[in-house]
């Protein structure tokens, strides 16, 4: 947002030198001074300097800028659209993105084995919208953006990977609220935070 005002600053700005920049060239020319005032009036263009150096910057940081849209995800399935992606991805941010990339992946993995289980729903959205399922849909962290890093473990999730083991479920022991049924499940493997269980 902040980027987004920054450069309609900086282009409103350099509108402005320039219109005081081109008068007195395009105004009539009545004595020498303003010839003089005009070829020596440096800081008009010091300023148009800037201002080209704001607009340069933002672009910059826009492009550099972490979220959706900023990675290519190259895919080998084609079972999955851009939309699923996106849900795979922010579900991978919500519920773990203080997870190191490994735990990432095997989050993402978690709902793709899902989606392909026949005990679950068959698409990411269902998945992850399944009622009481995770915790991010209940909290609203869902809806946060998600990084490259989450779009990078998406599409590995997608293209195969899968730390999990084929796990089913994922869950954090010291924060599970139904962590009685959950440890009765087969344990696959630990991943930071996460045990991952079938």
């Given at each position: 947002m902040f980027r987004?005002?920054?450069?309609?600053?900086?282009?409103?700005?350099?509108?402005?030198?320039?219109?005081?920049?081109?008068?007195p060239v395009i105004s009539p020319i009545t004595t020498c001074q303003t010839v003089k005032a005009s070829i020596e009036n440096d800081d008009i263009y010091r300023g148009m300097g800037v201002?080209?150096?704001?607009?340069?910057?933002?672009?910059i940081a826009q492009s550099s800028d972490s979220g959706k849209g900023s990675v290519r995800i190259d895919i080998d399935n084609p079972d999955y659209d851009s939309n699923?992606?996106?849900?795979?991805?922010?579900?991978?941010?919500?519920?773990?993105?203080?997870?190191?990339?490994e735990g990432q992946v095997a989050v993402g993995a978690v709902?793709?084995?899902?989606?392909?289980?026949?005990?679950f729903p068959d698409t990411i959205t269902d998945v992850v919208y399944q009622p009481g399922q995770f915790t991010s849909v209940t909290d609203g962290q869902i809806n946060l953006r998600p990084n490259d890093t989450a779009y990078r473990a998406a599409r590995d999730a997608i293209n195969?990977?899968?730390?999990?083991?084929?796990?089913?479920?994922?869950y954090n022991p010291k924060t599970a609220e139904t962590l009685w049924w959950l440890s009765t499940r087969e344990k696959t493997v630990v991943i930071g935070n996460h045990v991952f269980a079938k």
């Open positions: 987004k005002y920054l450069r309609q600053i900086s282009i409103f700005t350099l509108i402005i030198l320039m219109f005081y920049a081109i008068i201002a080209l150096l704001l607009i340069i910057l933002s672009k699923e992606i996106d849900m795979l991805a922010k579900v991978i941010y919500a519920e773990a993105r203080g997870e190191a990339y709902v793709i084995n899902r989606v392909k289980n026949p005990g195969g990977k899968d730390p999990s083991r084929g796990a089913l479920f994922f």
